[in-house]
């Protein structure tokens, strides 16, 4: 049959359901009645659209909550660390809190090859520090990303952010209440040993509070009691004498003529002034508390420079210990330990100078002092732990250092005004034989050029007795006579004290001419050995890098594991004494003590304000006047 012809339907199976609705819809005709049909958007359906509504509704909101999530771990990270393995620290306890001010961690690459070449040991070999990394830290203060050292300090003694200048004091003027000050109120016995001066920032952070840290006349009397809380000091090692001393007297830096250690004196300190005195304190023992010893009028001297004149100067490590026993002693029969603060302060002055030699012996030094209280950790029977950072970085120090062709020289250079790079660039080289050959550092020869070609007879204040065997001036000498005399005692003086034998005419010309050089004599030696040793350095001042974080175990600071602001470290050190609500008790009278000015000047929100994140338009270096008042010849804020 023709597919025209065919029925619509023919060859269509019939169904069942066929059958059903046409019997339905006779029974209709006959009733006149139409069955009820099932709805097709009944209940069951509108349940399965609400179940995949919800379902879809809450999967949108998983994934805005994982998004929000992931935001506020990126852009603000909470801390990393763990808890205690058995709980937080209960009964008696010490806390020793140790600060390397201006070691960044290539502070240790530095030291350690260094270390390794001189002792020589295997390349594997590390410092004491090396196996005690268990953390880094976030340095930048209220005022700027780089830090300088009072806010740095007031991060780790308060446990707060502020300005750089500032001395436990917050950007609304307001004092803050410090570890230091809290442990004392709960009954611990307190200390700070520093190799700078016990007047400078950190060590001022935890005993002292000044709007700016210049004030180091008005940090020198509240550290020995004339403060709103009282004497909150048992023991100070240090340097600073001249900030003690009325300036009537000789070796006084300060301006009035306030005799501090007699106040100290009157406060119940016992005062020792020299290394007589010190060995008298018989590292501890029998040592009467409160204890002020002041051994030098300003900074402690590099280390590198200090060996030569052990008879003068204690070291950092051996006023640990003897700060460490004396502490000890005292508190053997009290229900508190004590809290102890130990800074290694002039790792920081050598990052200033750009002065690897000084750098490398000032690290190994701090890395004595933290083995020493490791060691006195062991065999002690109270518990105790040991936290120790940095403030920041000084020198953007660089263990490889960037070469340049000079066009018009035609050759390879260093000098700031090249303009390309040498065609051997990169070399991959630092040399630490370099600054092995080195016995002094630059500062204490640039203070032996300083007196040499001065008039005065009184050597500079760290100059050594007898430090280089030189020739001796001819005051009766011709001018030209003079000169040559002056360029062999220069050429005698680096060879001696850096160990260099190729000096250069310029080089020589320039140390004799220095007065006259837009860098200081120290500047012009540390960069003579730094260029030879392939050290490089970024900065005279301090870099925004992090910082390393160490402890006497993983299990004695795990909330500090990991990377974390500063901030958390002094958390932690409130923290582990048990001393919330002692600082909050602190801080209440600290804010409620109404002499006026006992903070000395007032700064405004100009100096305060957060002005380190964004440009200002002048990206050139501004002339400046070198003498800051932060320590040696050639002093830096640090």
Not at 40 to 50: A, K, M, V
Not at 216 to 239: C, N, S, T, Y
Not at 467 to 486: F, H, N, Y
Request: charged letters at 25%.
């Amino acid at each position: 049959m023709p597919v025209s012809d065919e029925p619509l339907l023919h060859g269509r199976p019939s169904s069942e359901r066929s059958d059903e609705r046409g019997q339905e819809e006779e029974d209709a005709l006959i009733t006149g009645q139409h069955k009820q049909q099932p709805r097709r958007f009944g209940l069951p359906f509108w349940r399965e659209i609400g179940l995949f509504v919800w379902a879809l509704i809450a999967t949108a909101l998983v994934i805005v909550l994982a998004v929000l999530y992931q935001h506020k771990q990126t852009s603000h990270p909470q801390p990393t660390g763990g808890s205690w393995k058995h709980g937080k620290p209960t009964g008696k306890r010490n806390l020793i809190f140790m600060v390397s001010d201006g070691m960044g961690p290539t502070s240790l690459s530095l030291t350690r090859s260094f270390h390794q070449l001189e002792k020589g040991l295997l390349g594997d070999d590390i410092l004491v520090l090396d196996g005690h990394l268990i953390g880094s830290s976030r340095t930048k203060s209220t005022s700027s990303l780089i830090t300088d050292s009072a806010a740095g300090a007031t991060a780790f003694s308060c446990g707060k952010k502020s300005y750089n200048g500032a001395i436990s004091v917050l950007p609304n003027h307001e004092p803050c209440g410090t570890v230091l000050e809290a442990a004392k109120e709960a009954g611990y016995l307190t200390g700070l040993v520093v190799t700078t001066r016990i007047t400078d920032a950190t060590p001022a952070c935890f005993a002292a509070h000044v709007n700016k840290r210049e004030e180091e006349d008005k940090i020198a009397e509240q550290e020995v009691g004339e403060h709103p809380l009282g004497r909150v000091l048992d023991l100070m090692l240090g340097g600073g004498k001249c900030h003690f001393l009325p300036n009537t007297m000789d070796g006084s830096c300060r301006g009035d003529d306030r005799d501090i250690v007699a106040l100290a004196k009157n406060n119940g300190f016992s005062y020792v002034s020299d290394r007589k005195g010190f060995d008298g304190l018989n590292f501890g023992t029998g040592v009467k508390l409160p204890l002020l010893g002041l051994f030098a009028d300003t900074d402690i001297p590099y280390e590198v420079d200090r060996r030569q004149k052990n008879d003068v100067y204690p070291s950092l490590d051996e006023m640990a210990k003897t700060a460490l026993n004396a502490l000890q002693e005292a508190t053997l029969d009290r229900e508190k330990g004590f809290f102890l603060m130990i800074e290694g302060s002039r790792i920081d002055h050598a990052g200033h100078g750009n002065d690897p030699v000084a750098q490398v012996n000032e690290v190994l030094a701090y890395d004595k002092a933290f083995n020493s209280v490791l060691e006195f950790l062991d065999r002690d029977d109270v518990n105790g732990a040991l936290v120790a950072t940095s403030d920041h970085e000084t020198g953007g120090l660089a263990t490889a250092r960037r070469k340049f062709f000079d066009r018009n020289l035609g050759n390879q250079s260093e000098l700031t005004d090249a303009t390309e790079l040498h065609t051997t660039y990169p070399e991959y080289h630092w040399f630490p034989a370099v600054l092995a050959n080195a016995t002094h550092s630059s500062e204490d020869l640039a203070y032996q050029l300083h007196d040499r070609i001065s008039d005065s007879d009184t050597p500079s204040r760290h100059s050594n007795k007898n430090p280089i065997a030189l020739p001796p001036r001819d005051s009766t000498a011709s001018k030209d006579d003079e000169d040559d005399t002056l360029s062999t005692f220069v050429r005698s003086l680096v060879s001696s004290g850096l160990g260099i034998q190729d000096v250069t005419d310029d080089e020589i010309s320039r140390l004799i001419h220095s007065s006259s050089d837009p860098w200081p004599a120290s500047y012009i030696f540390a960069d003579m050995i730094s260029r030879r040793a392939q050290v490089g350095w970024t900065t005279h001042g301090h870099s925004a890098v992090d910082v390393n974080i160490y402890a006497s175990s993983s299990e004695d600071a795990a909330p500090l594991i990991g990377n974390h602001e500063n901030t958390d470290v002094g958390a932690f050190l409130v923290e582990y004494l048990g001393l919330d609500d002692h600082v909050k008790n602190v801080t209440r009278v600290l804010r409620e003590w109404k002499e006026e000015e006992w903070m000395g000047a007032a700064v405004n929100d100009e100096e305060t304000r957060n002005r380190g994140d964004h440009y200002e338009g002048d990206f050139r270096k501004r002339k400046r006047d070198w003498g800051c008042g932060c320590g040696g010849l050639e002093r830096h804020v640090h």
